[in-house]
Nanobody, 117 residues
Framework: QVQLVESGGGLVPAGGSLRLSCAASASIGSFKELGWYRQAPGNERELVAITSSVGDTNYADSVKGRFTISRDNAQNTMYLQMNSLKSEDTAVYYC???????????WGQGTQVTVSS
């Protein structure tokens, strides 16, 4: 019943920036964790960034210092600001949320990010 909808993907040149958004159909205060995963062809789905209900954040080593996860509780939206993009960042990016009460996982449909080299 909870829906997550990503937007903001696209084609960008190496070194460019992109901001992904994830709009939730429920208050994001209802989630224990919010985050972003990505999956490129031939690769496993990997954690990119995650934030907890108390505000802790963690990033994959490959994106640390370049990506920033944030959220706007009033708009029930979370974001992933991606700077200094590399061709290796090319992947489908998925919004993720974990329910506070049951710990249930929710996923968005994914948005394609392509970085030209």
């Amino acid at each position: 019943q909870v829906q997550l909808v990503e937007s903001g993907g696209g084609l960008v040149p190496a070194g460019g920036s992109l901001r992904l958004s994830c709009a939730a159909s429920a208050s994001i205060g209802s989630f224990k964790e919010l985050g972003w995963y990505r999956q490129a062809p031939g690769n496993e789905r990997e954690l990119v960034a995650i934030t907890s209900s108390v505000g802790d954040t963690n990033y994959a080593d490959s994106v640390k210092g370049r990506f920033t996860i944030s959220r706007d509780n009033a708009q029930n939206t979370m974001y992933l600001q991606m700077n200094s993009l590399k061709s290796e960042d090319t992947a489908v990016y998925y919004c993720y949320a974990r329910g506070l009460i049951w710990g249930r996982a929710y996923w968005g449909q994914g948005t394609q990010v392509t970085v030209s080299s």
